[in-house]
Protein backbone atom coordinates (compact mmCIF):
# COMPACT_ATOMS: atom_id res chain seq x y z
CA UNK A 1 0.00 0.00 0.00
CA UNK A 2 1.56 3.22 -1.11
CA UNK A 3 0.53 7.32 0.08
CA UNK A 4 -1.24 8.32 3.06
CA UNK A 5 -3.92 6.07 4.17
CA UNK A 6 -6.98 7.72 6.60
CA UNK A 7 -9.75 5.85 8.22
CA UNK A 8 -12.53 5.99 8.29
CA UNK A 9 -13.70 7.87 5.98
CA UNK A 10 -16.87 8.76 7.48
CA UNK A 11 -17.49 8.60 11.25
CA UNK A 12 -21.22 10.07 12.84
CA UNK A 13 -20.71 10.88 16.62
CA UNK A 14 -22.82 12.30 19.17
CA UNK A 15 -21.65 14.95 21.66
CA UNK A 16 -20.36 12.69 24.44
CA UNK A 17 -18.37 10.19 22.65
CA UNK A 18 -15.05 9.31 22.31
CA UNK A 19 -13.24 8.33 19.29
CA UNK A 20 -10.11 8.32 17.46
CA UNK A 21 -9.17 9.32 13.67
CA UNK A 22 -6.31 7.25 12.04
CA UNK A 23 -3.73 7.94 9.51
CA UNK A 24 -0.96 6.11 7.78
CA UNK A 25 1.53 7.17 5.64
CA UNK A 26 4.15 4.97 3.54
CA UNK A 27 5.86 7.32 2.25
CA UNK A 28 9.11 7.62 4.53
CA UNK A 29 8.00 11.33 6.03
CA UNK A 30 9.07 13.22 8.48
CA UNK A 31 6.53 15.52 8.93
CA UNK A 32 2.66 14.95 9.12
CA UNK A 33 -0.13 17.33 9.64
CA UNK A 34 -3.60 17.97 10.50
CA UNK A 35 -5.93 20.31 9.04
CA UNK A 36 -9.75 20.98 8.73
CA UNK A 37 -11.45 21.50 5.31
CA UNK A 38 -15.23 23.15 5.81
CA UNK A 39 -17.18 24.23 3.08
CA UNK A 40 -16.21 26.90 1.39
CA UNK A 41 -13.68 27.92 3.73
CA UNK A 42 -9.67 27.93 3.32
CA UNK A 43 -7.52 24.80 4.66
CA UNK A 44 -7.05 25.27 8.58
CA UNK A 45 -3.72 23.91 9.64
CA UNK A 46 -4.01 22.14 13.40
CA UNK A 47 -1.84 19.94 14.26
CA UNK A 48 2.07 19.45 12.82
CA UNK A 49 4.82 16.64 13.88
CA UNK A 50 8.31 16.51 12.27
CA UNK A 51 10.17 13.13 13.52
CA UNK A 52 7.51 12.52 16.27
CA UNK A 53 7.50 15.82 18.37
CA UNK A 54 4.57 17.78 18.02
CA UNK A 55 6.02 21.54 16.49
CA UNK A 56 2.98 23.41 15.74
CA UNK A 57 -0.35 24.02 17.60
CA UNK A 58 -2.64 26.16 16.19
CA UNK A 59 -4.89 27.11 19.01
CA UNK A 60 -7.14 24.75 18.55
CA UNK A 61 -9.61 23.14 21.22
CA UNK A 62 -8.54 20.68 23.75
CA UNK A 63 -11.24 18.23 22.87
CA UNK A 64 -8.84 17.52 19.96
CA UNK A 65 -6.01 15.49 21.26
CA UNK A 66 -3.35 14.09 18.43
CA UNK A 67 -0.90 11.52 18.95
CA UNK A 68 2.55 10.53 17.24
CA UNK A 69 3.56 6.90 18.31
CA UNK A 70 6.31 7.40 15.29
CA UNK A 71 6.98 8.77 11.79
CA UNK A 72 4.26 6.84 10.28
CA UNK A 73 1.38 6.95 12.25
CA UNK A 74 -0.80 9.81 13.41
CA UNK A 75 -4.21 9.84 15.32
CA UNK A 76 -6.62 12.27 16.25
CA UNK A 77 -8.27 11.96 19.24
CA UNK A 78 -11.92 13.72 19.57
CA UNK A 79 -13.66 13.99 22.70
CA UNK A 80 -17.03 16.04 23.75
CA UNK A 81 -17.11 17.31 20.12
CA UNK A 82 -19.55 20.45 19.21
CA UNK A 83 -21.52 20.54 15.83
CA UNK A 84 -19.67 23.05 14.53
CA UNK A 85 -16.75 20.46 14.65
CA UNK A 86 -18.40 18.64 11.55
CA UNK A 87 -15.85 19.33 8.77
CA UNK A 88 -13.62 16.89 6.73
CA UNK A 89 -10.60 16.31 8.65
CA UNK A 90 -7.48 15.32 6.39
CA UNK A 91 -4.04 14.14 7.06
CA UNK A 92 -0.96 14.79 5.01
CA UNK A 93 3.09 14.02 5.01
CA UNK A 94 5.83 15.87 3.61
CA UNK A 95 9.70 14.66 3.65
CA UNK A 96 10.35 17.18 5.84
CA UNK A 97 9.27 20.67 7.32
CA UNK A 98 10.70 24.15 6.76
CA UNK A 99 12.23 23.58 3.58
CA UNK A 100 10.82 25.70 1.04
CA UNK A 101 8.91 23.82 -2.05
CA UNK A 102 8.53 20.90 -0.08
CA UNK A 103 5.22 18.89 -1.54
CA UNK A 104 2.90 17.90 1.04
CA UNK A 105 0.64 14.53 0.18
CA UNK A 106 -2.97 14.21 1.57
CA UNK A 107 -4.68 11.29 2.52
CA UNK A 108 -8.66 11.31 1.60
CA UNK A 109 -10.03 12.49 4.52
CA UNK A 110 -12.72 11.60 6.83
CA UNK A 111 -15.57 13.20 7.06
CA UNK A 112 -17.08 13.74 10.75
CA UNK A 113 -19.97 14.63 11.55
CA UNK A 114 -21.12 15.60 15.16
CA UNK A 115 -24.63 15.09 16.35
CA UNK B 1 -2.95 39.52 8.60
CA UNK B 2 -2.59 36.82 5.68
CA UNK B 3 -5.08 36.20 3.26
CA UNK B 4 -5.27 34.19 -0.10
CA UNK B 5 -8.05 35.02 -2.44
CA UNK B 6 -9.48 33.19 -5.81
CA UNK B 7 -12.65 33.12 -7.17
CA UNK B 8 -15.72 30.53 -5.23
CA UNK B 9 -16.94 29.11 -8.41
CA UNK B 10 -16.16 29.15 -12.39
CA UNK B 11 -17.37 27.68 -15.37
CA UNK B 12 -15.78 26.83 -18.11
CA UNK B 13 -16.71 24.62 -21.65
CA UNK B 14 -14.95 21.06 -22.59
CA UNK B 15 -12.01 21.80 -24.69
CA UNK B 16 -11.71 25.50 -23.92
CA UNK B 17 -9.38 27.58 -21.64
CA UNK B 18 -9.43 28.75 -18.02
CA UNK B 19 -7.60 30.89 -16.16
CA UNK B 20 -8.06 30.89 -12.40
CA UNK B 21 -6.52 33.38 -10.56
CA UNK B 22 -5.37 33.76 -6.94
CA UNK B 23 -3.83 36.80 -5.35
CA UNK B 24 -1.98 37.01 -1.87
CA UNK B 25 -0.96 39.14 1.29
CA UNK B 26 1.49 37.28 3.32
CA UNK B 27 4.09 37.77 6.32
CA UNK B 28 6.85 36.81 3.81
CA UNK B 29 7.14 34.39 0.60
CA UNK B 30 8.58 30.87 0.17
CA UNK B 31 7.03 29.84 -2.52
CA UNK B 32 3.18 29.14 -4.13
CA UNK B 33 1.87 25.54 -4.69
CA UNK B 34 -1.36 24.74 -6.56
CA UNK B 35 -3.49 21.54 -5.67
CA UNK B 36 -6.39 20.19 -7.23
CA UNK B 37 -8.90 18.25 -5.11
CA UNK B 38 -11.84 16.37 -6.61
CA UNK B 39 -14.95 16.40 -4.53
CA UNK B 40 -15.00 13.34 -2.09
CA UNK B 41 -11.03 13.00 -2.81
CA UNK B 42 -7.33 14.02 -1.57
CA UNK B 43 -5.75 17.30 -2.61
CA UNK B 44 -2.97 16.93 -5.12
CA UNK B 45 -0.20 18.54 -6.07
CA UNK B 46 -0.36 20.17 -9.54
CA UNK B 47 2.42 23.10 -9.47
CA UNK B 48 5.14 25.11 -7.34
CA UNK B 49 6.37 28.57 -8.44
CA UNK B 50 8.94 30.16 -6.13
CA UNK B 51 10.16 32.84 -9.40
CA UNK B 52 8.04 34.79 -11.69
CA UNK B 53 7.72 33.59 -14.76
CA UNK B 54 5.22 30.74 -16.11
CA UNK B 55 5.60 27.09 -15.56
CA UNK B 56 4.26 24.64 -18.21
CA UNK B 57 3.38 21.45 -17.14
CA UNK B 58 1.17 19.64 -20.13
CA UNK B 59 -2.00 21.28 -20.47
CA UNK B 60 -1.31 23.14 -17.14
CA UNK B 61 0.43 25.94 -16.97
CA UNK B 62 0.83 28.06 -13.29
CA UNK B 63 2.18 32.16 -13.24
CA UNK B 64 3.77 33.52 -10.91
CA UNK B 65 4.48 37.78 -10.10
CA UNK B 66 5.88 38.12 -6.58
CA UNK B 67 5.83 42.17 -7.09
CA UNK B 68 2.09 41.82 -7.65
CA UNK B 69 0.96 39.02 -5.55
CA UNK B 70 -0.42 37.49 -7.87
CA UNK B 71 -0.66 33.81 -9.54
CA UNK B 72 -2.76 32.49 -11.85
CA UNK B 73 -3.57 28.53 -13.49
CA UNK B 74 -3.99 28.18 -16.76
CA UNK B 75 -6.01 24.99 -17.64
CA UNK B 76 -5.63 24.48 -21.62
CA UNK B 77 -7.88 21.64 -23.74
CA UNK B 78 -10.75 21.63 -21.08
CA UNK B 79 -12.04 17.80 -19.80
CA UNK B 80 -14.62 17.20 -17.89
CA UNK B 81 -12.43 15.09 -15.48
CA UNK B 82 -10.85 18.67 -14.52
CA UNK B 83 -14.12 19.32 -12.87
CA UNK B 84 -12.52 19.69 -9.60
CA UNK B 85 -11.27 22.32 -7.02
CA UNK B 86 -8.15 24.38 -7.55
CA UNK B 87 -6.38 24.98 -4.18
CA UNK B 88 -3.78 27.88 -3.95
CA UNK B 89 -1.68 28.13 -1.15
CA UNK B 90 1.25 30.49 -0.11
CA UNK B 91 4.36 29.30 2.15
CA UNK B 92 5.41 32.34 4.33
CA UNK B 93 8.58 33.27 5.82
CA UNK B 94 8.12 30.31 8.25
CA UNK B 95 7.57 28.13 6.04
CA UNK B 96 4.19 27.45 6.77
CA UNK B 97 1.35 27.20 3.79
CA UNK B 98 -1.29 29.68 4.10
CA UNK B 99 -4.41 28.17 2.04
CA UNK B 100 -6.93 29.91 -0.05
CA UNK B 101 -10.72 29.07 0.08
CA UNK B 102 -10.11 26.70 -3.36
CA UNK B 103 -11.89 27.73 -6.63
CA UNK B 104 -14.87 25.08 -7.52
CA UNK B 105 -14.41 24.54 -11.47
CA UNK B 106 -17.42 23.15 -13.35
CA UNK B 107 -16.91 21.81 -16.71
CA UNK B 108 -19.50 22.19 -19.43
CA UNK B 109 -19.63 19.68 -22.28
Known amino acids: ETGVTQTPRHLVMGMTNKKSLKCEQH?????MYWYKQSAKKPLELMFV???????ENNSVPSRFSPECPNSSHLFLHLHTLQPEDSALYLC??????????????FGQGTRLTVV | GQNIDQPTEMTATEGAIVQINCTYQ??????LFWYQQHAGEAPTFLSY??LDGLEEKGRFSSFLSRSKGYSYLLLKELQMKDSASYLC??????????WGAGTKLIIKP
Open chain 1, 92 to 105: ASSQAIGKGGTEAF
Open chain 1, 27 to 31: LGHNA
Open chain 1, 49 to 55: YSLEERV
Open chain 2, 26 to 31: TSGFNG
Open chain 2, 49 to 50: NV
Open chain 2, 89 to 98: AVEDSNYQLI
